[in-house]
Nanobody, 123 residues
Framework: VQLQASGGGLVQAGGSLRLSCAAS????????VGWFRQVPGKDREFVAA????????SYAVSAKGRFTISRDNTKNTVSLQMSSLKPEDTAVYYC?????????????????WGQGTQVTVSS
């Protein structure tokens, strides 16, 4: 199983980025997918998750209204569209897959993790 996160970069505050997660080696529709982020020295935190069909999503309070998670089951990909970015959004972003059909924010539910992509928001 492989999860490949991409799309990170440097952006000014107020700008947008779109992260992508490409999955392989698993039955994609059997998995909910989530995005998490981590700042050095701090715990990894939940950002957003999407259920198997894309019909149900959940967001951290910090992401709600600014970030949108979506998936394309024909391409085995999940995207995280991030808008109105703030310096406090700076982190390494990870995608992860949980063997369940519904959404979850519990990191323990996520079995497979990608390598992370750096997002840096300058003020």
């Amino acid at each position: 199983v492989q999860l490949q996160a991409s799309g990170g970069g440097l952006v000014q505050a107020g700008g947008s980025l779109r992260l992508s997660c490409a999955a392989s080696g698993l039955t994609f529709i059997s998995y909910a997918v989530g995005w998490f982020r981590q700042v050095p020295g701090k715990d990894r935190e939940f950002v957003a998750a999407i259920n198997w069909s894309g019909g149900s999503t959940s967001y951290a309070v910090s992401a709600k209204g600014r970030f949108t998670i979506s998936r394309d089951n024909t391409k085995n990909t999940v995207s995280l569209q991030m808008s109105s970015l703030k310096p406090e959004d700076t982190a390494v972003y990870y995608c992860a897959a949980a063997l369940r059909t519904g959404t979850t924010s519990n990191q323990a539910d996520f079995r497979f993790w990608g390598q992370g992509t750096q997002v840096t928001v300058s003020s």
